[in-house]
């Protein structure tokens, strides 16, 4: 079955550090993938989403790359900012289905320190 | 801010009771989802509803229901409480089913006594 499995938390880094949380996944075909974002007492927002092979998702500073040889999705961001404190969430919508089918991983917190 | 909206914040229920829990999505958005996501967990899809019907089921038992209604707003209904019930509840609303993303609600956090 589809399955996303993401690197576990909590992670703790100093401002201007760099981040990458490692986000692997099982499914057939062709899915595609996304990382949401979710800050204290809010709803999910979609960070980034890649649609295909060797595609590259990016925004406010972060980069996936669709790995179709290692089924990964892994997050990274050159320079943290205390404001990225949040839970992170790697996410997969498998090949055919609709939007709202997704399949998240547990989620990744990262508190940025000053 | 995603324009969708959730009522109540927070809900506290016995088990064994029924509740409703409500969505309004953004204006012109005929597809919503509903997911459930345990304290420390992903959320899980329960199901989509597209223009009032449902339109795709994860596995939940069928004491959760929904409807969706013309003017935009949507309900969750959940049958018989369990403790294990007991969870954070998103809405996200999109533009057709097949849409580039889904906007997402604040929540209702659900606890079950």
């Known amino acids: 079955g589809n399955s996303v499995t993401q690197m576990e938390g909590p992670v703790t880094l100093s401002e201007e550090a760099f981040l990458t949380i490692n986000c692997t996944y099982t499914?057939?075909?062709?899915?595609?993938l996304f990382w949401y974002v979710q800050y204290p007492g809010e709803g999910l927002q979609l960070l980034l989403k890649a649609t295909k092979a060797d595609d590259k998702g990016s925004n406010k500073g972060f980069e996936a790359t669709y790995r179709k040889e290692t089924t990964s999705f892994h997050l990274e961001k050159g320079s943290v900012q205390v404001s990225d404190s949040a839970v992170y969430f790697c996410a997969l919508r498998p090949y055919g289905g609709s939007q709202g089918n997704l399949i998240f991983g547990k989620g990744t917190k990262l508190s940025v320190k000053p | 801010e995603t324009g969708v909206t959730q009522s109540p914040t927070h809900l506290i229920k016995t088990r064994g009771q029924q509740v409703t829990l409500r969505c309004s999505s953004q204006?012109?958005?005929?597809?919503v989802s509903w997911y459930q996501q345990a304290l420390g967990q992903g959320p899980q899809f329960i199901f989509q509803y597209y223009r009032e019907e449902e339109n795709g089921r994860g596995n939940f038992p069928p004491r959760f229901s929904g409807l969706q209604f013309p003017n935009y707003s949507s309900e969750l209904n959940v049958n018989a409480l369990e403790l294990d019930d007991s969870a954070l509840y998103l809405c996200a609303s999109s533009l057709e089913v097949i849409a580039s993303r889904q906007y997402f609600g604040p929540g209702t956090r659900l606890t079950v006594t």
């Open positions: 499914a057939t075909g062709y899915p595609s």
């Open positions: 204006s012109g958005h005929n597809t």
